[in-house]
C-alpha cells in the first residue's frame, strides 16, 4: 500500500505536473473550467487526474482477479451440483423457513431500493441473486481451501459491480437516484460474499474442533442479521455523500468514493477513460510482475497519510519479530499481534461510524476540533502513544510456546 503511495505522490504526480506545465493558456481541467492546466496544485491532479489512474488500476486488478476465478468458478458450480447429500447431515425446516424468508426480505428491499421503478426492481434483484450465489459458492469453497484472510472480495464486487452497471446503462438508469440504487444492490452482492466466507470459516473450525453446527448456524444468523442491518443502514445514510465530488464531500470516505466513482463514472459516461486506461495498463503490468494490483491500487488511491500509518504498523512488527529469540516466540507473538491489530481496525471503524453518525444528527460539530487539537502536533503524539501502548504489550506479555510434552 505504501508503494502504491510512493507511485502516485513521487512518480506519477511530479510527471502530470511537469508536462501540465507546457499546456496551453486556454487548456482547462476535465471536470474544472475555472482552473487552467499550467495552474493546477496538487490537490487539483490528485482528484482530477491521479485518482481516476487509482480506479484503473482497482478496475484492472478486480477484473483480472475474476478471470482467475474462473476455474474456481467451474469447479465449484461442477461439485456443487454434483455433491450428494449426507444421510447423517444435520437437516432443519427453519434453515428452509429462514431461506425463504431471507429471500423474500431481498425482494423487498430490492423495490425499496430502486424507489418504484418495477422493472429495476425485478430485473437487478434477480441479477444480484444471481450473481451473489455464484460469488457465495466460490467463497465457500476458498475459504475451505485457503482461508478468509485471502478471499479475492475486492475482485468479485468489482466484478460483479460492472456487470450491474452495465446493464444500468443498457437500461437507460442512468440519474443520480440510480447510482444510489446501484450502490445498494453491490452492497447486496458484497455483504452476501463475505457473509458465505465467514460463515464456511467458522463452520470449518467448528468441525475441527468438535463444535456444534445448530449452535454456529444460530450465532452466525444473529450476527449476519445484524451486520447486514448495520452495512445497509450505512450505505443508505451515506448515499448522498457518495454521490458528491470535489471540495463539496464532507466526509473521508475514500474506498466507498473509489467504487462510487467507478459506477457513477460508467454510469454518466463522462470518466477520464485516457487515465483509467492508463491505471489499467499499470494494473497488467502489476501482474506481470506479480505484484499485488489491487493493495497497491488501494495505496494509489488513498491519502500517503493513511498508507504511512499501515506502514508504520508493518514496522513494528519488524521490530517485534527482531526480538523474539525463537521460531515459536515469534509466532506467538505474531499472532498476538494481529489479534491486537485487528481490535485496533474494528474500533477505528466503529468510532470513525460513531462520528459520522453523530455529525449527521447534528450532535457534534462538522468542522471537527479546532486549535492543538486539529493540528498535526496533536497527531504525532497520538502516534507516538499508540505505538507505545502497542508494542509494550506484546513484548511483555508472557508467551507460551510448545514443548516436547506439550505435544
Known amino acids: 500500500m505504501f508503494a502504491g503511495s510512493i507511485l502516485a505522490n513521487f512518480a506519477v504526480l511530479p510527471l502530470i505536473a511537469y508536462f501540465s506545465g507546457f499546456a496551453h493558456p486556454g487548456e482547462f481541467i476535465w471536470n474544472n473550467a475555472g482552473v487552467a492546466l499550467r495552474e493546477m496544485q496538487v490537490n487539483h491532479i490528485a482528484g482530477s487526474y491521479v485518482k481516476y489512474i487509482g480506479a484503473g488500476m482497482m478496475l484492472a486488478g478486480g477484473l483480472i482477479g475474476a478471470i482467475k476465478l474462473i476455474p474456481t468458478i467451474i469447479s465449484s458450480i461442477r461439485d456443487t451440483i454434483g455433491a450428494k447429500s449426507d444421510e447423517k447431515a444435520e437437516g432443519s425446516s427453519f434453515t428452509t423457513i429462514i431461506l425463504i424468508a431471507a429471500v423474500v426480505i431481498g425482494f423487498i428491499g430490492g423495490f425499496l431500493a430502486s424507489d418504484g421503478n418495477i422493472g429495476m426492481a425485478i430485473g437487478i434483484s434477480l441479477l444480484s441473486f ?13 475459504a475451505g481451501t485457503i482461508g478468509t484472510s485471502n478471499l479475492p472480495v475486492s475482485g468479485m464486487t468489482i466484478a460483479s459491480l460492472v456487470i450491474v452497471t452495465l446493464v444500468f446503462v443498457i437500461m437507460g438508469w442512468v440519474s443520480t437516484e440510480d447510482n444510489k440504487a446501484l450502490l445498494l444492490f453491490g452492497t ?23 463444535g456444534e453446527k445448530k449452535e454456529m448456524d444460530l450465532y452466525f444468523l444473529i450476527s449476519g442479521v445484524v451486520g447486514v442491518a448495520v452495512v445497509v443502514g450505512v450505505i443508505e445514510l451515506l448515499s448522498d455523500q457518495l454521490s458528491m465530488t470535489g471540495d463539496n464531500v464532507p466526509f473521508a470516505l475514500p ?10 463514472g460508467i454510469m454518466s459516461g463522462e470518466l477520464p477513460w485516457h487515465m483509467i486506461i492508463v491505471g489499467v495498463i499499470i494494473g497488467i503490468v502489476l501482474f506481470l510482475l506479480k505484484l499485488p494490483i489491487m493493495t497497491i491500487a488501494i495505496g494509489f488511491y488513498l491519502p500517503i497519510a493513511t498508507t504511512a500509518i499501515i506502514l508504520v504498523g508493518a514496522l513494528i512488527r519488524v ?15 505474531v499472532s498476538n499481534g494481529i489479534s491486537l491489530s485487528s481490535g485496533l481496525v474494528a474500533g477505528g471503524s466503529i468510532i470513525g461510524l460513531l462520528g459520522i453518525i453523530l455529525q449527521v444528527l447534528g ?10 487539537a486539529a493540528s498535526n502536533g496533536m497527531a504525532y503524539i497520538l502516534l507516538a502513544i499508540l505505538v507505545v501502548f502497542t508494542i509494550i504489550p506484546l513484548i511483555a506479555g508472557k508467551v507460551h510456546t510448545k514443548t516436547n510434552s506439550d505435544s
Open 319 to 333: 521490530l517485534i519479530e527482531k526480538l523474539c529469540k525463537s521460531e515459536a516466540e515469534k509466532e506467538a507473538r
Open 188 to 210: 447486496f452482492i458484497v455483504t452476501a460474499i463475505s457473509v458465505a466466507g465467514g460463515y464456511a470459516q467458522s463452520q470449518k473450525v467448528a468441525f475441527i474442533i468438535g
Open 130 to 142: 444471481f450473481l451473489s450465489l455464484l460469488f457465495v459458492i466460490v467463497s465457500g469453497r476458498l
Open 255 to 264: 474506498q466507498a468514493n473509489l467504487i462510487s466513482t467507478l459506477t457513477a
Open 363 to 372: 450532535v457534534i460539530d462538522p468542522t471537527g476540533p479546532v486549535g492543538f
